[in-house]
């Protein structure tokens, strides 16, 4: 086992991962004006569940897990309902999307910022 635990490596992916949903809303809102624009989302438990899953298998070869990549994300179009310009976003759904996706990500950010103290505290404390 290397310095870093499983814990730490998932909430650092699950980071990125919110960081990444945060991202595709963002730009949903960016072009809520873009005529004929399909805003993108990601299921965010969905994949977050993917990700602790692929976690409780046994790593026995270095490309198991892949290389930090998301590859198997897998990609929604929302629509139900077009605006006369054939744009699909809905301004208040995706602003709160938007703050969901901020939290989730702040929030893992800060479990991890926590391991990482804990870790720092017993190598500092190690060291008297």
């Not at 635990?5 to 990125?16: C, M, P, Q, V």
């Not at 629509?79 to 939290?103: A, R, T």
């Not at 893992?108 to 910022?113: A, D, F, G, T, V």
């Amino acid at each position: 086992m290397g310095l870093f635990d499983k814990t730490i490596e998932l909430l650092g992916r699950g980071a990125i991962l919110g960081w990444l949903r945060h991202s595709l809303v963002a730009s949903n809102l960016a072009n809520a004006e873009t005529p004929g624009f399909v805003p993108k989302d990601i299921d965010f438990s969905a994949e977050l569940k993917k990700l602790m899953d692929g976690f409780r298998l046994l790593k026995t070869h270095p490309h198991h897990f892949g290389q930090g990549g998301f590859e198997l994300v897998t990609f929604i179009e929302r629509g139900e309902i077009s605006n006369p310009d054939g744009n699909y976003v809905n301004l208040e759904e995706e602003v709160v999307k938007l703050s969901e996706s901020y939290l989730n990500y702040i929030s893992l950010l800060r479990i991890l910022q926590k391991k990482l103290d804990q870790l720092k505290y017993a190598i500092q404390e190690g060291g008297r």
